[in-house]
């Protein structure tokens, strides 16, 4: 029901947008989030918006760099990544939470995820 998409090969420095589509049902009044997973390691908070957009949160280690948007009438998520760095290379998730308001950055909260893509940061 979640689709992420955007994935690739890139050099340090460039930018990638994800994607993240949903079917099936709407998820225009879930919050939304981006997680990543990083080979070896745990699943890791990226990214969060609350349903309306009104509301984001970061880790600390991209904000600045990423941003999260949604397009509630599309059913659309969106990771826009700059400034990419080779320790930003993982797999990346798309998740959808059933919560009324505010976003959580804990993998715990989120009742849907999508497949993942694979975004990988040469040196």
């Known amino acids: 029901q979640l689709q992420a998409s955007g994935g690739g090969l890139v050099q340090a420095g460039d930018s990638l947008r994800l994607s993240c589509a949903g079917s099936?049902?709407?998820?225009?009044?879930?919050?939304m989030g981006w997680f990543r997973q990083a080979p070896g390691k745990e699943r890791e908070f990226v990214a969060a918006?609350?349903?309306?957009?009104?509301?984001?949160g970061y880790a600390d280690s991209v904000k600045g760099r990423f941003t999260i948007s949604r397009a509630n009438a599309k059913n659309m998520l969106y990771l826009q990544m700059n400034s990419l760095k080779p320790e930003d290379t993982a797999v990346y998730y798309c998740?959808?939470?059933?919560?009324?308001?505010?976003?959580?950055?804990?993998?715990?909260?989120?009742?849907?995820w999508g497949q993942g893509t694979e975004v990988t940061v040469s040196s």
């Open positions: 998740a959808a939470d059933r919560r009324p308001a505010g976003w959580g950055n804990s993998s715990y909260e989120y009742d849907y």
């Open positions: 099936g049902r709407t998820f225009s009044n879930y919050a």
């Open positions: 918006i609350s349903w309306s957009g009104g509301s984001t």
